[in-house]
T-cell receptor, first 114, second 111 residues
Framework: GENVEQHPSTLSVQEGDSAVIKCTYSDSASNYFPWYKQELGKRPQLIIDIRSNVGEKKDQRIAVTLNKTAKHFSLHITETQPEDSAVYFCAASYSGGGADGLTFGKGTHLIIQP | DGGITQSPKYLFRKEGQNVTLSCEQNLNHDAMYWYRQDPGQGLRLIYYSQIVNDFQKGDIAEGYSVSREKKESFPLTVTSAQKNPTAFYLC??????????FGPGTRLTVL
């Protein structure tokens, strides 16, 4: 089955700086890669996703890049703000939008220092 | 997200009891999923269903059971065979091939 590794487990950045979270996956058949943000005690919320036919996708301050050859994808947050503090999860699926379910990384706790 | 509801929010179970967690959605989504989240961990897939009256085991299905008799509903039963059931349980739904959206979760504690 699929295995997703996520690094770092904790990331502390100064407000206004950029943050980068990296994930690798094991199954070359995976073709859908969403990112979720989870605040303490709350449900995960989808913030951006990318499919394997695209190398990069951007939505305002958030971008995701995908390197299929290296089986690696990353989340980039620019101009970080206090409300960006949360746990971020990457995930992978080999069935389009995840119809067979998602395999998640273990999460990155992003801390924005004022 | 607002179209997916889970109940109860908190649930306490005694050893040897079966308990059922409710998940309902009014988004007309075909697919529904159950995940388990342990502290400091990612989500792990328990069961999923892509269509009414059909469901598939995920990565950690042992000790759990589900049913999908209606499109809107996908209840999860945590049986006494699940040896370590204390966790945060999250239900999700999606259109086929679309993005998954999560319900608010049920926090289950074994006493």
């Amino acid at each position: 089955g699929e295995n997703v590794e996520q690094h770092p487990s904790t990331l502390s950045v100064q407000e206004g700086d950029s943050a980068v979270i990296k994930c690798t996956y094991s199954d070359s058949a995976s073709n859908y890669f969403p990112w979720y943000k989870q605040e303490l005690g709350k449900r995960p919320q989808l913030i951006i996703d990318i499919r394997s036919n695209v190398g990069e996708k951007k939505d305002q301050r958030i971008a995701v890049t995908l390197n299929k050859t290296a089986k690696h994808f990353s989340l980039h947050i620019t101009e970080t703000q206090p409300e960006d503090s949360a746990v971020y999860f990457c995930a992978a699926s080999y069935s389009g939008g995840g119809a067979d379910g998602l395999t998640f990384g273990k999460g990155t706790h992003l801390i924005i220092q004022p | 997200d607002g179209g997916i509801t889970q109940s109860p929010k908190y649930l306490f179970r005694k050893e040897g009891q079966n308990v059922t967690l409710s998940c309902e959605q009014n988004l007309n989504h075909d697919a529904m999923y159950w995940y388990r989240q342990d502290p400091g961990q990612g989500l792990r897939l328990i069961y999923y269903s892509q269509i009414v009256n059909d469901f598939q085991k995920g990565d950690i299905a042992e000790g759990y059971s589900v049913s999908r008799e209606k499109k809107e509903s996908f209840p999860l039963t945590v049986t006494s065979a699940q040896k370590n059931p204390t966790a945060f349980y999250l239900c999700a739904s999606s259109v086929t091939g679309g993005m998954q959206f999560f319900g608010p979760g049920t926090r289950l504690t074994v006493l």
